[in-house]
């Protein structure tokens, strides 16, 4: 596997012994360059999550300010999902052709333009346009970003360790966006929320420039118009379907139209890809069983998460009366426990435990958590069912997610490792839209039947009550996850592998199946 190793790095001389496949392999896996190259990596992935929530916690004071309507509110939102979700499999093969630096570069450069162009809109329509280029941007920079760690660490174990770091990032990020967004809209303004994205770009861009080279791939792939239009258009329709469902409902026309649309060209781009010369997406990257149950965990552990998000973000300040500053302090133990468990998971628990055990007991974990929830009404402490759930579901989050993000982009061939990442992304985006878009009609439904029977008074049990089913229902998508997972996923294998073949477990002393 040609490899990519941070530019000015000087690969010690090999012993005698050593001459031979190992020689062309890797330069110095203890390099310190390569850490300070993941993170430059880490910066550019906190900077796409961390806008995926800042922006809720400024949502209304944006509104309040360029006067837009509570309608034209949610795609302010919806159109950066749609542009990322859509474009990841052009993001992902572009890096794949063009070179990883190149399109990181050219994912921070122009995600930093676009986010100086909405911090200075001023209206809704430049804000809305500038979130969709963010998210087209982002299409490229993510992909790029995770398949960059698969080709600087060529040492396994410290390919999990770097794993373990990126996936804790991953998993925290959203919820400190909504910390920093409540920090920005309530002592500087909304318009940070946007512009903090150019300081981090800038730091990418230094680091990055400095830091990595491209990888020479001698079979670089290349890119098939129709299969980029199919894919594209299939994500699109699935995501905006699921965005109209918010509104419109499930059954009317500008939810259904979509939606059936994009199923039948998600059909459609998955037969273009078995007999396309040059397949967008090859089927190769999906085949392996264990790759294709960790972009479900991912698929589902989104869709999961990001509806806890949404609800506790609408409890603490609509119910508890929080501040945004205060409702992003009460996530803080949720981002602790993310960190301390994913930390825990790439040191102590993947020499221990097979990959099913580590995802499966976090997913049953998160699912435990979301339970804990539903037990907090109008007048409970925080402390009292909050704060266990949240850390319940942080701790199965940083175990399970760091696990699946690892295994989704490990044993690839080198020329299809952006893809992996636009997968591992896609899996990801897909699931937040779709989990929260159908989450959200439960809440919905089930607020609106506790007004009919309680009456039109009873709005703050009406929404509490909302929510109790909003957080059964993620506790039920946890752990049918779990589930799932635990089927796909191959017994007795773990995470350390060799060209993506699994290693038995039963064959090391020791182990646990």
């Not at 967008?280 to 989104?302: E, H, K, M, Q, S």
């Not at 060799?498 to 182990?511: K, N, S, W, Y």
Request: charged letters at 10%; proline letters at 4%.
């Amino acid at each position: 596997m040609s490899t990519m190793e941070p530019s000015g790095a000087q690969a010690p001389q090999p012993p005698a012994e050593a001459v031979g496949a190992h020689l062309a392999a890797s330069p110095d896996p203890h390099d310190e360059r390569r850490w300070m190259a993941l993170g430059v990596l880490v910066i550019a992935q906190i900077m796409i999550l961390l806008d995926a929530t800042v922006v809720n916690v400024a949502l209304p004071s944006a509104q309040a300010d360029l006067g837009f309507s509570d309608a034209s509110r949610q795609w302010v939102i919806t159109a950066y999902v749609l542009a990322f979700g859509s474009l990841l499999p052009l993001g992902g093969r572009l890096g794949d052709a063009l070179g990883r630096k190149t399109m990181f570069i050219v994912g921070l450069l122009g995600f930093a333009i676009a986010s100086a162009a909405g911090g200075a809109a001023p209206n809704i329509g430049t804000l809305i346009a500038a979130r969709a280029v963010q998210g087209g941007f982002a299409a490229v920079l993510a992909p790029a970003a995770l398949s960059l760690i698969t080709v600087i660490f060529t040492d396994l174990k410290e390919l999990n360790k770097a794993f373990g770091i990126f996936g804790a990032v991953s998993g925290s990020a959203g919820a400190v966006g909504l910390l920093l967004g409540g920090l920005l809209t309530d002592y500087v303004d909304w318009r940070w929320c946007m512009y903090v994205n150019i300081v981090l770009a800038v730091a990418g861009i230094i680091g990055g420039l400095t830091l990595l080279h491209n990888s020479a791939e001698p079979d670089k792939p290349r890119l098939s118009v129709p299969s980029t239009v199919v894919g594209s258009a299939a994500i699109f329709g699935l995501v905006f379907g699921s965005a109209k469902a918010q509104a419109d409902g499930w059954g009317s026309a500008v939810t259904l139209t979509p939606l059936i649309a994009g199923g039948l060209l998600l059909a459609g781009f998955v037969v273009l890809q078995k007999v396309a010369r040059h397949p967008l997406i090859p089927l190769r990257v999906v085949a392996d069983r264990n790759r294709g149950a960790a972009y479900l965990t991912l698929f589902l552990a989104n869709a999961a998460v990001f509806a806890l998000f949404l609800f506790l973000t609408y409890y603490f300040q609509g119910v508890l009366g929080y501040s945004p500053i205060m409702t992003g302090v009460a996530f803080l133990p949720m981002m602790a426990a993310i960190a301390v468990v994913a930390t825990l998971t790439q040191g102590v628990l993947l020499r221990r435990l097979t990959m099913r055990v580590i995802v499966a007991a976090g997913l049953i974990a998160s699912g435990a958590g979301a339970a804990l929830l539903t037990q907090a009404g109008a007048g409970s402490p925080y402390a009292a069912w909050v704060l266990p759930g949240l850390v319940l579901v942080g701790t199965g989050i940083g175990s399970a997610a760091v696990v699946a993000v690892a295994v989704g982009q490990q044993g690839v061939d080198p020329r299809d490792a952006s893809t992996a990442g636009a997968l591992n992304n896609v899996s990801q985006q897909l699931g937040s839209a779709l989990g929260v878009a159908l989450i959200s009609t439960f809440v919905a439904t089930a607020t609106s039947h506790y007004l009919t029977r309680h009456g039109s008074t009873a709005v703050v049990g009406a929404t509490v009550h909302g929510f109790t089913v909003g957080y059964w229902w993620a506790a039920g998508v946890f752990w049918a996850a779990a589930v799932l997972c635990s089927a796909l996923i191959r017994g007795g294998t773990r995470l350390h592998h060799e060209a993506g073949q699994p290693e038995p477990l039963d064959e090391i002393a020791g182990g646990l199946i």
